[in-house]
């Protein structure tokens, strides 16, 4: 039985480990398309300002997307 489990979990694991890779490439894309249209994006995004914008924005987002969702 190893030897058929062994290739199906080392595919979950590839799909899975290929699944982080493009989120991250997304991510990385839309920050720098931001940072495209404004120049003072970045020094924004790095301020204390921007950092706790970001962070009130995903909470905002997490809340309302379980509250959604269920």
């Not at 699944?19 to 931001?34: D, N």
């Amino acid at each position: 039985w190893k030897e058929k489990i062994v290739p199906a979990y080392a595919f979950i694991i590839l799909k899975n480990s290929l699944l982080i890779l493009v989120i991250l490439l997304a991510a990385i894309l839309v920050f720098f398309s931001f940072s495209l249209l404004s120049n003072r994006f970045i020094t924004f995004f790095l301020s204390v300002m921007g950092i706790l914008e970001s962070i009130v924005i995903a909470f905002v987002y997490l809340k309302l997307r379980n509250l959604l969702v269920k």
